[in-house]
């Protein structure tokens, strides 16, 4: 998006400002980066498959004003190294049509705006939930708690849990675990962090739509999920997992730092949804289109976006597009990079996404609620038919039909 600095400030004169004991910012390496070029406190982005450059913290605002996604992979800059090998051997395998239909009626009529709105009304209160701020913090903070809370409202904490993963910025990641009769898992992801790329650490940044509402989207589908006894029992073959990243705007960092333990802990990573981005549809209508979930075909698992394309078809009241965001555009990128089948979905077409994000304009009032309701379904429909998946019995069946997998 473009426009002029000034325009863009205006909105923030009638925005609270900043409190004078807040922590705005952290400088993670206050004597540089000693592998750093010339020893400053420089990043390593990836702008593209093996292009790589250092940059300032400033240059890193300035390329994503620009439209430019990336990696940050000063931190992590061999995730998926220890995969490679294997995930380029073996196939994702997943059901070839949903079949819960009966068992999943009755969660999603169970599914609620209310909820909703309630949650993502407080969670765009907070100044800013940039992640190095301490309302980054205190908003992650909250997002624990309401995710603790919703398991014990389920009474399921005795099998349930949900706990921050920790970062040195101070802004936390969460993951909420849903065992399973297996390790194997299934993650269903969501960036809690917000960002005004004009100046991150002063500015409001209520990221509603960014990505608020794929935070509050998953959190729901979480909610309802916990209704059903057999999930809180464990009588699902896969773990579940819900993860809500940390400085996702930063490039990829709470999710890198993530996949990037599991990597190294040999997790069994079944499949990867990101939502990013759930509730904007005004310029889909204005443009004389159907309101549609967007999903991503770009730089994602062709097999497990072909399943999330019959799971929308299935469970939900409107049609996917297929659409593309680029390279490194959201957290998938990186359980993908880590040798993991990942895959996207959106609000829309790309090109009709919310204009409003990264500034102090990205509030609920342009936001649907009913469109935000068909995310929920989609999040619900998938968390619940790949928990229930064999995909051990579907694996050998592959296997068997191609000889093994590194032929399919």
Sequence with gaps: MKASLLALLLPAVSA??????????????PNGRPDAPEDTTKYHIELAPGETKWVTEDE???????????????????????????????????????????????????????????????????HTRYYKSDYGRQSSEWLLKTVQDTIKEAGAEKHVKAEHFKHPWGQNSIIATIPGKTNSTVVIGAHQDSINLWLPSVLAAPGADDD??????????????????????????????????????????????????????????????????????????????????????????????????KVVTEYCDIP?????????????????????????????????????????DDLIKYLSFDHMIQHARLTLAFGYELAFTDFEALEGKAGKKWGNFGDL
């Excluded at 609270?16 to 390496?29: G, I, N």
């Excluded at 999943?104 to 765009?124: G, I, Q, V």
Aim: contains cysteine.
């Design 16 to 29: 609270r400002f900043v409190e004078k004991a807040e922590k705005d910012s952290v400088l993670l390496y």
């Design 60 to 126: 890193k605002w300035e390329l994503r004003r620009n439209g430019q996604r990336f990696f940050d992979i000063t931190d992590h800059p061999d995730l998926g190294t220890l995969r490679a090998r294997d995930a380029s051997k073996k196939k994702s395998v997943f059901p070839k049509k949903p079949k819960y239909q009966k068992e999943l009626k009755p969660y999603l009529a169970s599914l609620s705006k209310s909820k909703l709105e309630d949650h993502l009304t407080t969670f765009t209160s907070f």
């Design 212 to 309: 608020g509402s794929g935070t509050v989207t998953i959190l729901e589908a979480f909610r309802v999920l916990l209704q059903s006894e057999d999930i809180v029992k464990g009588e699902h073959e896969n773990t579940l997992e819900f993860h809500w990243y940390s400085a996702e705007e930063g490039g990829l960092l709470g999710s890198q730092a993530i996949f990037t333990a599991y990597e190294k802990q040999g997790r069994d990573i079944k499949a990867m949804l990101q939502q990013d981005m759930t509730g904007f549809v005004t310029r889909t209508l204005q443009a004389g289109k159907e309101e549609s979930v967007g999903v991503i075909i770009d730089f994602v698992d062709p097999n497990l976006t072909d399943f999330i394309k």
């Design 320 to 360: 996917y597009v297929e659409t593309k965001c680029g390279y490194a555009c959201s957290d998938h990128a990186s359980a993908s990079k880590a040798g993991y089948p990942s895959a996207f979905v959106i609000e829309s077409a790309f090109e009709y996404s919310d204009n409003h994000i990264h500034t102090t």
